[in-house]
């Protein structure tokens, strides 16, 4: 795409906002703190009494179902002193224990016994402090901020788009592989929402999907890639698949067709110049076939490539050479997300 004559430059977000450790603090409060967020899936919490621990900028969680089968969120921490409760990553139990004085408490949080005290009533002191939980299409959502709209004020159009895909509800998570990048997130993201690059660093990502009739949509807090196979066949999903992204750090691919699967990738933010990318992988059954583990090599592929470009990215972030990027017109995508950032950091 040639610049027209009359084309502006405009201004990508400051570098200093992808090393500035002020900066990655208020994102923490005023973003991930502030949003709803992918925490996990219902397969991952089956059964009465299932649990899953999960960190989210520095705040540590507990998401559980209790034995109403009723679930809960709530952070990992006891009323008592503070003390950090379940060391576990998931598991099942009958109470959680905290080691520090013996305080015990059901699987929604709420206190079982504070043996040092002899009795329950201790007023906001009986329950681990609770988190908004939702669940979309078996998808668990929390959001740190006790005043938080519903996600449908926010997403909407998002629930609307998963709606369509009838066989959600049927998946599992079957594989996870999580990795520490040394970049900042929003460099995370903002690699994902141009495919400027693809041509140059995913030679086969190009080669299976058509370049030149590549989609990006923007909707509202939301974003959709998509292209047909270049050699698709009588085999191939009749619908093409669509590479969701999700405000603020949350992307989700879905493969339709008779064995419609599903990926998604979280990117959470570790300190400014490193985040922790979790990616899942969602299928019908425990038992992945060779397509389906070629799928997973493709993917993971991609994203290998994708560590190189935006650890290479982030070691520019530091230097005296440039203040700020510029869009070019086909990166859209990435002003769209740096917009709702400002909005999210000015409080609006």
Not at 17 to 26: G, K, R, S
Not at 51 to 60: I, R, S, V
Not at 323 to 342: C, M, N, R
Request: contains cysteine.
């Amino acid at each position: 795409m040639k610049l027209q004559a009359n084309y502006a430059l405009e201004h990508t977000l400051p570098y200093d906002h992808y090393v500035n450790p002020q900066i990655f603090e208020m994102e923490k409060k005023k973003i991930f703190q502030n949003s709803w967020i992918l925490a996990g899936h219902t397969s991952q919490v089956e059964k009465p009494g299932d649990f899953f621990t999960f960190d989210l900028a520095d705040q540590p969680l507990i998401i559980s179902r209790d034995k109403n089968n009723e679930f809960s969120a709530f952070y990992n921490i006891c009323p008592h002193r503070g003390t950090k409760v379940e060391k576990s990553e998931c598991g099942n139990k009958k109470v959680f224990t905290c080691t520090y004085h013996g305080w015990t408490f059901h699987m929604n949080g709420k206190l079982n016994r504070a043996p040092n005290f002899g009795t329950n009533e201790l007023g906001d002191h009986s329950c681990m402090t609770q988190v908004k939980l939702e669940v979309y299409q078996s998808l668990i959502f929390i959001n740190l901020n006790p005043e938080a709209k519903p996600m449908t004020e926010t997403y909407g159009e998002f629930m609307a788009n998963l709606g369509k895909y009838t066989f959600l509800d049927s998946l599992k998570k079957i594989r996870v592989t999580q990795r520490v990048i040394d970049a900042n997130w929003k460099a995370v993201i903002d690699n994902y929402l141009e495919c400027d690059h693809c041509m140059i660093a995913h030679p086969e990502f190009s080669k299976t999907f058509d370049m030149k009739n590549y989609h990006i949509d923007l909707h509202d807090h939301f974003s959709c890639q998509y292209s047909e196979l270049t050699n698709k066949t009588d085999k191939d999903q009749e619908e093409h698949a669509n590479f969701y992204w999700v405000w603020p750090n949350l992307m989700v691919s879905i493969y339709p067709g008779k064995e419609g699967n599903m990926t998604t990738s979280q990117i959470l933010p570790l300190a400014p110049d490193k985040s922790l990318a979790i990616y899942s992988y969602y299928f019908k059954s425990d038992e992945i076939n060779e397509e389906q583990e070629e799928l997973i090599r493709f993917v993971d592929q991609v994203r290998e490539e994708d560590f190189d470009l935006v650890e290479l990215l982030q070691k520019g972030f530091h230097t005296n050479a440039f203040k700020h990027g510029v869009y070019s017109p086909t990166e859209y995508a990435i002003k769209f997300f740096h917009d709702l950032y400002e909005n999210a950091i000015s409080g609006e």
